[in-house]
């Protein structure tokens, strides 16, 4: 192979299989598009397992190769169930329940830590024995920009996203030297199903718009280069690093914009 076709094949995912656990939705269902449209044989899993069936259905239709599964991220024998030896697999559920820290009840902090930070210990750590087995594999699962930064009700979210960043780097650190890669990905606000109580409050929606650099919000899509990124051989150096794709968000304090000359 010369030198730019090695270059090219860098994001090719031909032979490669993908499990996307939460493929029914969201940045789990782009996510698996986009592996299928780089090559990959790609597992549909979500507790929702006729919406990861319209994902795959969608993928083999427009000439991709995807089956799907039933996987719930809080019951260890579902996953088991479903792994078959996957070179990629993306973990993409969480819930938040968006309520001041005194409020939440114990029964809601349980509910978001069992599924954000429990579930995706049980995938990661499922997924990963058979990898490091095999000598290799990439791991990716999707962490926030709450990670980083708060805001009056986040609490018990971001803390479990933080949570994930930690898990990721721990288990880089002890697999890396076997082969596997994990990382963790930051989205900033996407319009999917998980945050339609803030599309729908025009003011909480536009400012969470102009919060960002770009001054909107992102699409799913826009997480899938990412993705497809750390599934590859164009991020083989690259594990236990947290990916951040908010349009900027973090970047900038967006509190105020002082008065600038032309
Ligand atoms: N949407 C955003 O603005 C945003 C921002 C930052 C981070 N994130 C993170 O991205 C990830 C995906 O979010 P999304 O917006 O695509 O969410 P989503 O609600 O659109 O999709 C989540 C999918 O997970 C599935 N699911 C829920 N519980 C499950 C379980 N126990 N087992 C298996 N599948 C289950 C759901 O059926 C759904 O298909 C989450 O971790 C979220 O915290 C989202």
């Known amino acids: 192979m010369g030198t730019l076709d090695a270059y090219r094949a860098l ?3 031909s032979g490669r299989s993908a499990l996307v656990i939460g493929a029914g ?3 789990g269902k782009a996510g698996a598009e986009a592996l ?3 090559g990959a044989d790609v597992v549909c ?3 929702d397992v006729d919406a990861a069936e319209r994902t795959a259905a969608g993928i083999a239709a427009d000439g991709g190769r995807a089956t799907s599964a039933p996987v719930d991220i809080g019951d260890p024998d579902t996953i088991r169930a479903v792994v078959a030896e996957p070179d990629v697999v993306v973990c993409t559920p969480a819930i938040n329940v968006r309520k001041p820290m005194l409020s939440i009840t114990p029964d809601e902090f349980r509910r978001v830590v069992d599924l954000n930070l429990a579930g995706t210990f049980n995938v990661m750590t499922i997924v990963a024995a058979g990898m490091a087995d095999r000598g290799r594999g990439s791991i990716i699962v999707i962490s926030s920009i709450r990670s980083q930064v708060v805001e009056p009700g986040q609490g018990v979210y971001a803390a479990t996203k933080a949570g994930v960043v930690q898990m990721v780097k721990t288990l880089a650190a002890e697999l890396g ?3 596997v890669r994990v990382n963790a990905l930051a989205p900033g606000v996407v319009e999917t199903p998980l945050t339609e109580q803030i599309k729908a409050d ?3 929606y ?4 102009s919060k960002s650099a770009l001054g909107r919000w992102a699409r799913p899509e826009e997480m899938a280069g990412a993705i497809v990124y750390l599934a590859s051989d164009a991020a083989s150096f690259v594990t236990g690093s947290l990916l951040v794709v908010d349009g900027g968000w973090l970047a900038v304090d967006g509190r105020f914009t002082p008065p600038l000359p032309e």
């Open 11 to 13: 994001f090719d995912l």
């Open 25 to 27: 939705s969201g940045i």
């Open 36 to 38: 299928a449209a780089f």
């Open 45 to 47: 899993a979500d507790l």
């Open 177 to 179: 030297p076997r082969g």
């Open 202 to 204: 025009p003011d909480w």
């Open 206 to 209: 536009e400012a969470y718009a």
